[in-house]
């Protein structure tokens, strides 16, 4: 059964660990992420975003399909699915489809604006029993078209967006979606104790999970960020064991051209970035 994050997410930062939001592309992402929070007896947030949901055949089709897997697969850890960085109009779709999280990245609205539009999401998300991810302060690089600096978050800003009831918060602190630069500076733990400080006791997100060193990974849980997102990293590891299949001329090989064949080197190259990132995590075991 589909969970909201609000709970999975409390547990994690009051028990120093972080949950893996893991983006989702098609059924063979899905399926090797769940298979894997299984048999690592991890909770799990399945991250899709606009585009992505667009690709899949639209929410419903999406929520249709984890639903199926999580019956069939015989799935008994905590798994949620979560609108990634969603505008007004998709948060809105995604909540009537049977996403059980959303998030709502007004980060680009002047903060009253921002405020307001939190609000009546918040209202409207809790009246379902569904949790609300905020953003303030946009996070670098590209995700589905919106390009963000790596802004470093005002944490009096961030206060005002946690104490509208939202359930999680995702605030920039220099990190950014996609592969990151030569030159970046790495993240801002200042700034992230000061957040964290002041949004005392709300999970904080870490967005661009790809990239980022492990030891920076541990210090930003130990300071209260209870929720890691991970999508280029997957894609990586797909792409490359996928071009290994073909260029080794294994679809050239008896049956070797049926997709499951062609896409099986792939499924197992994201179980095994999934497993990794949940042992650099924490939250093996925490089912």
Not at 156 to 180: F, P, Q
Not at 209 to 236: F, H, R, W, Y
Request: net charge negative.
């Amino acid at each position: 059964m589909l969970v909201s994050v609000t709970e999975m997410l409390q547990k994690a930062k009051a028990g120093k660990y972080a949950v893996g939001q893991f983006n989702i592309n098609n059924l063979e992402w899905t399926k090797a992420i769940l298979l894997t929070a299984e048999e690592c007896k991890s909770p799990v947030i399945l991250g899709v975003s606009e585009g992505a949901g667009k690709y899949m055949g639209g929410y419903k089709a999406i929520v249709g399909m984890v639903n199926g897997m999580l019956e069939y697969l015989n799935i008994t850890v905590p798994v949620a699915i979560h609108l990634d960085h969603g505008t007004y109009d998709g948060a809105m779709a995604a909540m009537e489809a049977g996403f059980s999280s959303i998030m709502f990245d007004g980060s680009h609205y002047p903060i009253d604006e921002n405020i307001a539009k939190t609000t009546e999401l918040v209202n409207l998300a809790h009246s379902k029993g569904v949790s609300l991810e905020a953003e303030v302060g946009a996070i670098g690089g590209e995700e589905d078209g919106v390009i963000g600096g790596g802004e470093v978050a005002d944490p009096a800003e961030c206060k005002m967006i946690a104490d509208l009831g939202v359930d999680i918060l995702a605030a920039g602190i220099g990190n950014i979606h996609g592969k990151y630069p030569a030159n970046w500076k790495g993240l801002d733990f200042d700034a992230l104790a000061a957040i964290s400080a002041a949004t005392d006791p709300m999970p904080l997100v870490l967005h661009g999970g790809t990239g980022i060193p492990e030891d920076m990974i541990k210090k930003a849980i130990s300071l209260g960020v209870s929720k890691i997102n991970v999508n280029t990293e997957c894609q990586l590891a797909f792409a490359a064991a996928t071009r290994k299949y073909i260029e080794d001329g294994k679809d050239l090989e008896g049956k070797g051209f049926d997709p499951r064949k062609i896409l099986a080197p792939g499924v197992e190259a994201i179980k095994e970035t999934v497993k990794g990132k949940m042992e650099l995590f924490g939250s093996i075991g925490k089912a």
